[in-house]
Structure formats: structure tokens, C-alpha cells
């Protein structure tokens, strides 16, 4: 019965985490309607808006944008970004997209309170307007190690100092501050509109989506190599939705997801195994898994991390079988706390697993198989009920006189019972074992 309402319970949860992401994917409206359909009396403007990590979903969705306002011709591409910062392969997607647009994109940090940090201040310093709502920031640009361990400090020098050269060959293409560029990824500087404004790192401030098109109304920009002066005033504006398959991926990649997702599947597996034939949680559970790899090659995954983890699961599973008096339990916890912490690595809130959703996953699995485990142990010491074994201790009444043979009532039925002392009939009886058919009784 615990076993049947454990796959239950486990089929359950995987169910559950996909189908909340799933139905969290595709929640959002459609796309816009095409520029066929719009006013062609007026100036036509794209809007993406872009808020979390940069990651692969990201660098697909805006190269699509980009693609689709090349299409139609329209006047300029807005990306509204806030963003903690991302992967560094998907950020250079990004900009080699821009760098060859031949329609201008203009990055507008917003709304307030939002931040291009980390990849999204040399996004910003690649595109050909860069704007700011008030109360937003810019910079913190210092590289790190994505994979979650200390690097030698001869190539964190490397790395530094290409991305300092990346970020000065972007500021100066688009006439920014270089010095302020480079700060931003030696020292991790970061400013703020006003600041970003004076300094020369963004073009303009405009507190919202109107006050921007006022402002981006006559600027000349280059694209493509040719002066190009933008209309943007009265334009109107069409909303970029990324499809419901990115949307779907988009999830998924999402640190947190990808590690509850990697901790259910091993969980169907592990119930698939120790129970053959249940099928559903050994399918949902490779599923999972797979959806979960899949996140992880498009995120810093420690192999150590995972290594530990898998090693977890294994102490756990085994712990179900062998009675080790808590030992295996306590080990599979800490190597499953350990694994989960260096699982990945890189900026946080970008390629980070929240501590919460560790520590929940943790805690619920140690408790789930410390009550598996409970229940078996429990179950191992508790007298038999059923069987030969299950009438020993059971009391009576002897139906005739007992020297040695006679017959006694126990447990609901007759039985041929035999005394290593007479026993008078009447007498209360205690079975001390059983011989066949036959029943090794005393006086109780």
C-alpha cells in the first residue's frame, strides 16, 4: 500500500511540473498582426519586451524580431530589457544580429526599477539607441565563471580582458563612453539614467513608451553603413510575442525548473525501478529527465553537481533495502545538498537554482524516504499476523483435558493441540509454537 501511493503520489508531481509549465507557456496572447494589416499612414514600430536571463530562448526570439521587423520594413525595433545579465554565447548572438540589422533596434531599459546588468549593458552598448526609464541602472559587467568553480588567475585575466575589448569596440562603433565601458567590466561599475545620460553611456531617458518615440523622432543613426534619420513620431506600435514553443522552452531552461524537473525524474525512475511494471512514473520520470538535459545544455552545469545528485539518489534508494540505521540517509542527504549547491553556477538570479527551492527539495526528499524507509522498519518488527508465525502467542481455551494431546479452541477455530504438562479442560491456553497442524500449547 505505501509503495502503490508513493508512484501515486510521484506520478502526481511530474504530472503537475509539466503541466504548469506548459500551461505557463502558453497563457501569453499571440503575436501581432502583420504589417499587411496595419496603417500604412503611419510610421510602424515593433515592441519586444524582454524580462529575465539571457539564454538561448532569448538570443532565438530576438533574432526573430529582428528578422521579422527586416521583413516588414518597419522603422525601428524597440526591445524593452530588464535583465540580471545571461550566458555570454547567447549575448554575442544577440549583438552580431544587431551589428548587421538593417532596421535600427533601440534597447530601452524599463520600466523603473528594472537594470540591464552584466550581458544586458553590452547589449545595450551594441544597439543603435540606447535609452533609460527613470529609476533603472546599467553596468556591473564583470565577467564570471559560469561553471560554479574557482578558475587560475591567468585566465580569469583572459576573460576580463577580451570582454573589455569587446565592450570598447561596441562603445566606440556607437560613439559611447569607452572608458566608463570598460570600467563597467574591470570594476563592476554601474550607474544610473541621470548618471548613464551625463557620462554618455545611453542616448536618452524618456519615462515611458510615448516619451521614447517623442524623443527617437529626427535622430540620425547608422544601420548597415547608411545614415538613416528615424520617424517615429504618431507611429504605432506592434507587440512581438515569442512563440508558444519559447515560451514552453523558456521554462524549462529556467534554472529552478530544469532542477525540479531533474529531481522528479529520478524520483520516477527510481519507483519504476524498485517496482517493475508500474510504468507511468518510469515514463513521466525519463521525461522529465530529458526535458532536463535539455535545459542543461543551455545552462553552466557542474558535472560534479550532477555526479553527486545521481550518488544521492542511489544512497536512497538503497536505504529503502538495507537497514543501516539512518547512516545512508544522512549521506544521501548531504551529497544531494552538496550536488544541488554547485549544480550551477554564474551570476546570481541568472544561472542560480534559488536556496529556497533547494533546501524544499531537500527537505522533502529526506522526508519522504525517511518515512519509507520508517514504514519498513516498522513494519519488520512488527509480529506477524497471517501464518504458522502469526499463531504463536495466541490464547485459548482447552476444549478437552490435555495429557499431553486434546483439542483447543484458538483464534477462532479448532485445533489438535499437544502439553509438555497436563492442562485440565476449561483452562486458558497460550500457543508457545506450531508443528504442522498441530499447536505447542501451555498454560497461560
Known amino acids: ?45 515593433d515592441v519586444l519586451t524582454w524580462e529575465g536571463p539571457i539564454q538561448p530562448i532569448t538570443a532565438e526570439t530576438w533574432i526573430q524580431a529582428i528578422d521579422r521587423a527586416e521583413k516588414a520594413h518597419r522603422e525601428a525595433l524597440v526591445i524593452r530589457l530588464d535583465t540580471p545579465g545571461g550566458l555570454d554565447s547567447s549575448m554575442r548572438d544577440i549583438i552580431k544580429r544587431i551589428l548587421i540589422s538593417e532596421v535600427p533596434v533601440v534597447v530601452y531599459v524599463s520600466p523603473s526599477g ?37 578558475v587560475a588567475k591567468d585566465m580569469a585575466n583572459k576573460v576580463r580582458n577580451d570582454a573589455v575589448s569587446y565592450i570598447r569596440s561596441l562603445a566606440k562603433q556607437r560613439g559611447r ?32 513608451m510615448p ?56 524520483y520516477g525512475l527510481l519507483f519504476e525501478l524498485s517496482n517493475p511494471g508500474s510504468v507511468l512514473p518510469g515514463v513521466v520520470g525519463g521525461i522529465c529527465l530529458l526535458l532536463a538535459f535539455l535545459a ?26 538495507v537497514q543501516s540505521h539512518g547512516v545512508l540517509t544522512v549521506g544521501a542527504a548531504i551529497a544531494l545538498l552538496l550536488g544541488s549547491l554547485i549544480l550551477l553556477g554564474g551570476d546570481p538570479g541568472v ?52 495429557g499431553p494431546e486434546g483439542q483447543v479452541f484458538v483464534h477462532g477455530e479448532y485445533w489438535t493441540a499437544e502439553a509438555d504438562q497436563p492442562i485440565a479442560k476449561g483452562a486458558r491456553v497460550v500457543v508457545d509454537r506450531v508443528d504442522g497442524l498441530v499447536l505447542r500449547v501451555k498454560k497461560a
Open 1 to 45: 500500500m505505501i509503495l502503490r501511493a508513493a508512484r501515486a503520489l510521484v506520478a502526481l508531481a511530474l504530472l503537475t511540473s509539466i503541466a504548469w509549465a506548459a500551461a505557463g507557456a502558453a497563457k501569453a496572447p499571440p503575436s501581432a498582426p502583420d504589417s499587411a494589416r496595419a496603417d500604412e499612414g503611419r510610421p510602424q514600430i
Open 114 to 150: 528594472g537594470r540591464a546588468a552584466s550581458a544586458g549593458t553590452f547589449i545595450a552598448m551594441a544597439a543603435h539607441v540606447a535609452a533609460m526609464a527613470p529609476g533603472t541602472s546599467i553596468g556591473a559587467a564583470t565577467p564570471v565563471n559560469v561553471g560554479g568553480s574557482d
Open 177 to 208: 563612453n569607452v572608458d566608463w565601458a570598460e570600467k563597467a567590466v574591470r570594476e563592476g561599475s554601474s550607474l544610473g539614467e541621470e548618471d548613464a545620460l551625463e557620462q554618455h553611456v545611453v542616448d536618452l531617458v524618456a519615462r515611458d
Open 211 to 266: 516619451a521614447l518615440l517623442k524623443a527617437l523622432d529626427g535622430r540620425t543613426v547608422t544601420v548597415a553603413g547608411l545614415t538613416r534619420t528615424l520617424h517615429t513620431a504618431n507611429a504605432e506600435t506592434h507587440d512581438f510575442e515569442p512563440s508558444w514553443r519559447q515560451r514552453l522552452l523558456g521554462r524549462i531552461i529556467d534554472p529552478n525548473i530544469a532542477y525540479i524537473l531533474f529531481i522528479l525524474g529520478f
Open 296 to 321: 542543461f545544455q543551455a545552462l553552466p552545469v557542474n558535472l560534479t553537481g550532477v555526479a553527486l545528485i545521481v550518488f544521492s539518489m542511489v544512497l536512497f534508494a538503497v536505504d529503502v533495502k
Open 351 to 402: 544561472a542560480r537554482i534559488s536556496l529556497s527551492v533547494i533546501l524544499t527539495a531537500v527537505a522533502a526528499t529526506v522526508a519522504f524516504f525517511a518515512f519509507v524507509v520508517g514504514a519498513g522498519l516498522r513494519a519488520q518488527r512488527r509480529k506477524p499476523i497471517t501464518g504458522a508465525h502469526g499463531m504463536v502467542g495466541e490464547q485459548g481455551t482447552a476444549l478437552t483435558d490435555l
